[in-house]
């Protein structure tokens, strides 16, 4: 089965948000898809965007400020550093899910809000990848829905996509009841769930996934990559790599981070959105991917 074909499966009598919905179980009609003219290109965030796991950077701020105990954070960190160095398999990352969820259980929404927000710009602004940049700009410059897709949480995730100047945002979403995290999650955006709410986000948007692009680090995201046309693996590891050459997928290495201000002041490209209000502790949920990147300039390959 092509990549094309995959990516343009759709099938209208099955809820996208059912367990049942797979990107191998549904397809776009013929004439569904020659009316498409829209091309997206979707980027996974950890290791993709940024340079380091969102999980790590954030989990020391919450720590200060008394959400986390030593001993909480220290777990956190070997368990993410312990996921990122061995295969993310579905029980290992059921696992890492269910101590995540239950650490956050109980944090005040509103606080979690105020530490993201004084801890934004110092904690992502330095470490997202200068070939990442170029690649979102490049896909804005040719009329490209740009959309980020992570298994951190929305309220983190948003920040850091109006810090690039991105407006959508595929990510994890908790539940809150009178102002707090009950730990449950409404939706987690993980491995085929990812593709699910790509197909969807396509559809309701006249996108055309066989024209699209997609970026990412991680084998948990082998789903997101195989629904486009276009798919890209950022720093693969060994794994991905021989995945990657095996279906035709370019392989990317990143390896510039670089400062907004840095780049604002060298690069006078085009003016970045910064915006930081409206953010919370979701960042804790993320699975840590990938390595190191390829710079591409052009998104027409």
Known sequence: ??????ATRVKASVPLNSPAFSVYDHYMSPTESETTSRQGAFFDLDKTIIARSSVLAFATPFARAGLMSKKTLLKSVYSQLLFSTSS???DKTEKLRAQ????VAGWPIDEVKEIVNETLHKLIEPIIFEE???LIEDHQDAGHEVVIVSSSGEEVVRPIAALLGVKSVIATRMHSEDGKYTGEIEYYAFGQ???DAIIQFASENNIDLAKSFAYSDSMTDVPMLSCVGKAHAVNPDKELRRLAIEKGWKVLTFKEPISLQDRLESVPKKSLVIAGAGVAIMGILAVAQGVRKKKVRTPTS
């Open 132 to 134: 990442a940049l170029d």
């Open 88 to 90: 993310a398999d579905h």
């Open 100 to 103: 995540l969820s239950e650490m």
């Open 193 to 195: 769930a990812k593709a």
């Open 1 to 6: 089965m092509t990549v094309d074909k995959v």
